[in-house]
């Protein structure tokens, strides 16, 4: 019993030096979720309407980058900060992203010959990976953090 005790004690330790990080794979984990459900779920939903699938790759990420904003903001790194500096920044990093996605979703769908769904989520984990370091460094990162 000591040593799982002691284990336990240890990872909150952790948790509490590092709850940023910790909010941030939380809300990382379920916005990963959603944004990769979302692709999808409108790639199919809105197949009927002979939408492009750079369209739907665009409508997807207005709604997929405005609701990260607000759990990036009020959950993880809890600023209270001006909404629209931030919101810059944070669309910054997305917009930047997007239009790197605009090139790259072509080349893997058109010449690689991979499914749109499945060429996206292989991007996704790219913006993934570095998100955090973005916005921990430049969105978030001068604003005063909310007790």
Aim: with cysteine; charged share 10%.
């Amino acid at each position: 019993m000591g040593r799982w005790q002691s284990c336990l004690e240890t990872g909150r330790r952790l948790a509490d030096e590092h709850q940023t990080k910790v909010r941030f794979l939380l809300a990382g984990a379920f916005n990963t979720a959603l944004g990769l459900a979302t692709y999808p779920a409108l790639y199919f939903l809105l197949a009927s309407l002979d939408l492009h699938y750079l369209a739907i790759l665009a409508i997807s990420q207005v709604v997929c980058v405005t609701f990260a904003f607000l759990t990036n903001k009020f959950l993880v790194f809890r600023t209270s900060g001006n909404y629209l500096s931030e919101y810059g920044k944070f669309i910054t990093f997305h917009l930047s992203y997007f239009l790197v996605n605009l090139v790259v979703l072509p080349i893997l769908v058109e010449f690689a010959g991979m499914s749109p769904v499945w060429a996206q989520t292989l991007f996704a984990v790219l913006v993934i990976v570095s998100s955090y370091f973005w916005h921990s460094r430049i969105t978030f990162s001068s604003t005063k953090v909310a007790p």
